[in-house]
């Protein structure tokens, strides 16, 4: 069983920058691939982006503006966010993808972290 905990979220003005953290316990992290969501107040969930052992994936609203990284002798992943917007003020999620398959979809993601509030000012 693997334990999520996400952490680095606050407030922000747009344009600026924010890390976030991912940090697991309970079983190899490095073998572990990790999904990072989003879900903004009256919205649905949405992806943001993961990690592979080697491979890192984006949702088409971050590519040049959010980096995913991962240091496994820390056990954590990072989402490095930059040039932020207002439209990026949401509850940011870490998850499992049991398949090591990064996927899109919620439902492809177990082992929720208790998530972090990420707030853009205008």
């Known amino acids: 069983q693997v334990q999520l905990a996400e952490s680095g979220g606050g407030l922000v003005q747009a344009g600026g920058s924010l890390r976030l953290s991912c940090v697991a316990s309970g079983r190899t992290f490095s073998s572990l691939t990790i999904g990072w969501f989003r879900q903004a107040p009256g919205k649905e969930r949405e992806f943001v982006g993961g990690?592979?052992?080697?491979?890192?994936y984006y949702a088409d609203f971050v590519k040049g503006r959010f980096t995913i990284s991962r240091d496994n002798a820390k056990n954590t992943v990072y989402l490095q966010m930059n040039s932020l917007k207002p439209e990026d003020t949401a509850v940011y999620y870490c998850?499992?993808?049991?398949?090591?398959?990064?996927?899109?979809?919620?439902?492809?993601?177990?082992?929720w972290g208790q998530g972090t509030q990420v707030t853009v000012s205008s």
């Open positions: 998850a499992r993808a049991p398949t090591g398959r990064v996927g899109t979809i919620e439902r492809e993601y177990d082992n």
């Open positions: 990690i592979t052992w080697t491979t890192t």
